[in-house]
């Protein structure tokens, strides 16, 4: 079993930064892929962006491309989510998620039915 903890999200005005961050403990591997996704009130979870944890390859959503960058420290087991020039639109729960079963070792994945574990969440609210 992975477990993962986001942590890092609040209360950030239009036009300014936040870095989420996503520990992992229990069970890794450097040949996970690791992804953020979001939920907005009412909507459905999306792709925000995935990363190779060996490789450090990304992948990102259009919505966010220019926008959020994704990195990863593999000495301290986290990923972490950049965001910049945050929009209203950017608001949601955000969502830290493991792949454990990558389908090749180069890959990134927007699928969420290829996570295997997922974080609590943590808020994140952009206001005007």
């Known amino acids: 079993q992975v477990q993962l903890v986001e942590s890092g999200g609040g209360l950030v005005q239009a036009g300014g930064s936040l870095r989420l961050s996503c520990a992992a403990s229990g069970r890794t591997f450097s040949s996970y892929v690791m992804g953020w996704f979001r939920q907005a009130p009412g909507k459905e979870r999306e792709f925000v962006a995935a990363?190779?944890?060996?490789?450090?390859?990304?992948y990102y959503a259009d919505s966010v491309k220019g926008r959020f960058t994704i990195s990863r420290d593999n000495a301290k087991n986290t990923v972490y989510l950049e965001m910049n020039s945050l929009k209203r639109e950017d608001t949601a729960v955000y969502y830290c998620a493991a792949d454990a079963a990558p389908r090749s070792k180069w890959a990134v994945t927007d699928k969420e039915y290829d996570y295997d574990y997922w974080g609590q969440g943590t808020q994140v609210t952009v206001s005007s």
């Open positions: 990363i190779n944890w060996r490789y450090g390859n990304t």
